[in-house]
């Protein structure tokens, strides 16, 4: 049973261009969240999706950034016009169900860099 | 607004040392993690605690957890260099929605 796949690991883009960041969950987890590290700090939350449903989308900025979790397929974090200070490491994490119920699996991260 | 705290900072420790660290959240929890992560690297769990009380323990760290205080620790014993790396709490509280909120961090150096 593979765990969470993230790809790609690492990313570079130029200003202005768009990100797209996919996560795999873990076999049978229907629960994906995103969290973005900024360098020499924690996880900050940013969105938590179940199937084709945004449940909790209070982390993420309101410009450039959206998600989705469609029926089938990867989990998307979509980071539009990229600026500089969207360079970060971009972790998902997947879990069977949600509210801390069970518990949260991670992916490996991708690390944005905006040159 | 659900605030977790982690002190201190920064810790550096010789070998064969113990030391605590610290974690401290604004209201009650339904569940806290400890995290490892090493640099350029994912989470690791390291533990799960649910109840007042709970105590547990792998190797070299021992973690509890008093929810009267709101409070939570991790213990290292006997330290050794392959525990360096970066330690998070994270709380997850229902009435905060479904999601994990974490510390800062606490980076550990453990010197030989």
């Known amino acids: 049973n593979a765990g969470v796949m993230q790809n790609p690991r690492h990313l570079v883009r130029r200003r202005g261009q768009e990100a797209r960041l996919r996560c795999s969950p873990m076999?049978?987890?229907?629960?994906v969240y995103w969290y973005r590290q900024l360098p020499e700090e924690g996880l900050k939350f940013m969105v938590y999706?179940?199937?084709?449903?945004?449940?909790?989308e209070s982390g993420m900025p309101k410009e450039r950034f959206s998600a989705e979790f469609p029926k089938e397929g990867p989990s998307i974090l979509r980071i539009q016009q990229v600026v500089r200070g969207d360079s970060a490491a971009y972790f998902c994490?997947?879990?069977?169900?949600?509210?801390?119920?069970?518990?949260?699996?991670f992916g490996q991260g991708t690390r944005l860099t905006v040159v | 607004e659900l605030k977790v705290e982690q002190n201190p900072l920064f810790l550096s420790m010789q070998e064969g040392k113990n030391y605590t660290i610290y974690c401290n959240y604004s209201?009650?929890?339904?569940?806290l993690y400890w995290y490892r992560q090493d640099p350029g690297k994912s989470l690791e769990s390291l533990f799960v605690?649910?109840?007042?009380?709970a105590v547990k323990q792998e190797g070299r760290l021992m973690a509890s957890l008093d929810t009267k205080a709101r409070l939570s620790t991790l213990h290292i014993t006997a330290a050794v260099h392959d525990l360096s790396a970066t330690y998070f709490c994270?709380?997850?509280?229902?009435?905060?929605?479904?999601?994990?909120?974490f510390g800062a961090g606490t980076i550990l150096r453990v010197k030989s």
């Open positions: 209201t009650t929890s339904d569940r």
């Open positions: 999706l179940q199937k084709e449903n945004i449940i909790d």
């Open positions: 994490a997947s879990s069977q169900q949600g509210g801390g119920v069970t518990e949260a699996f």
């Open positions: 076999k049978g987890h229907s629960h």
């Open positions: 994270a709380v997850v509280n229902m009435e905060y929605g479904n999601k994990l909120v």
């Open positions: 605690l649910l109840s007042n009380g």
